[in-house]
Nanobody
Framework: QVPLVESGGGSVQAGGSLNLSCIVS????????LGWFRRGPGKEREGVAY???????TYADSVKGRFTSSQDNTKNTLSLQMNSLKFEDTAVYYC?????????????????WGQGTQVTVSS
């Protein structure tokens, strides 16, 4: 088990901002690469952003230019700064971890998942 704990979700009006954080613990001796996924109402879970093995983030087209993610390896934390939020960003956001050599864009690459945090954007 690799506990991942998300925080920072909440309710905000369209155009507002939220910052999500994910803390990864007990992943000793193995470097993990992290990613964010979300599941909106009635939708399948989709990728939002992930950190590549080079430490650089990649974003889904739907959030590019609005969301920024970074991973702090010294603290085993992942952040997701969400700006210019839209109604369609409403979802449960999940932090996930994978071994870095796996493809970060594939959900199946992630073996560890947090419980999720709710983000609600009102129009």
């Amino acid at each position: 088990q690799v506990p991942l704990v998300e925080s920072g979700g909440g309710s905000v009006q369209a155009g507002g901002s939220l910052n999500l954080s994910c803390i990864v613990s007990d992943f000793a001796d193995t470097r993990a690469c992290l990613g964010w996924f979300r599941r909106g109402p009635g939708k399948e879970r989709e990728g939002v952003a992930y950190i590549g093995s080079d430490g650089k983030p990649t974003y889904a087209d739907s959030v590019k230019g609005r969301f920024t993610s970074s991973q702090d390896n010294t603290k085993n934390t992942l952040s997701l700064q969400m700006n210019s939020l839209k109604f369609e960003d409403t979802a449960v956001y999940y932090c996930a971890a994978r071994l870095c050599f796996f493809n970060g864009s594939r959900e199946a690459s992630y073996g560890w998942w947090g419980q999720g945090t709710q983000v609600t954007v009102s129009s």
